[in-house]
């Protein structure tokens, strides 16, 4: 059985309690070296074969599932983050299903949760902003057609972009081709919820100095958004003259 488990933003922590148990009798972790804290690393068993997924090729990494499932073994496949969000996942099980061999998958708490924690702020705010977007920059993985991040920005919601660190000019520029100003708040949120983390808030105009004077250029994300600096309005939910079906408005 192979089980995709989300690692977490970092901090170890956050690892969820069904994470922990599946990393805890696992006799085989195929784990993301690159993004996913290797302390956990630390809740594996005696004995229990580690493979880092930065130095394989997919096939490379289904072959070892394969050689694994042979010894009846039960092998986690650890991702940072939850792994639904650029995780590669679907094409793993999609070999896994012409393989016939069977998975499942314990989501994680996602780096854009863990940013927002650790900057202390909420994506969807009623009169300031109720959408989110969750995109990436086109780099040597390209978009598909009209997932821009102009065409994007057009809608002027929060925005958390993935995997831009290293091309922040670019990303500025197309941010202000959008509904974005140059004094629309972002941040730039380096390995959120890790021992190492690094909040640095600024004006989108500024985005890209400022994360080339920090040395950010990786590993990060990119935070735009009014949600970054407005309080709005208070939610009809707790409003004493607001009706719900657990209690009545006050009169």
Partial sequence: MIRFVGAGPGAPDLLTLRGAELLARADCVIYAGSLVNPALLGLTKPGCALFNSAEMT????????????????????????????????????????????PYDVAPGVSSLSGAAAALQVEYTIPGVNQTVIVTRMAGRTPVPAGQDIASLAAHGAAMVIFLSAGMLDALQAELLRGAYME?????????????????????????????????????????????????????????????????????
């Fill in 58 to 101: 997919l096939e490379q990494v289904i072959a070892q599932m394969e050689a694994q499932e042979a010894l009846h073994h039960e092998t986690v496949r650890l991702h940072t983050g939850d792994p639904s969000l650029y995780g590669a996942i679907r094409e793993q099980m999609d070999a896994l299903d012409a393989r016939g061999i």
């Fill in 183 to 251: 004094e629309t708040p972002a941040a730039l949120v380096y390995k959120a919820t890790w021992p190492e983390e690094r909040l640095l808030r600024c004006r989108l105009g500024d985005l890209a100095a400022v994360g080339r004077e920090a040395g950010v250029r990786r590993t990060a994300l990119v935070l735009v958004g009014d949600f970054l600096r407005q309080a709005g309005e208070r939610s009809r939910l707790y409003d004493p003259a607001f009706s719900t079906g657990y209690r009545e408005a006050e009169k």
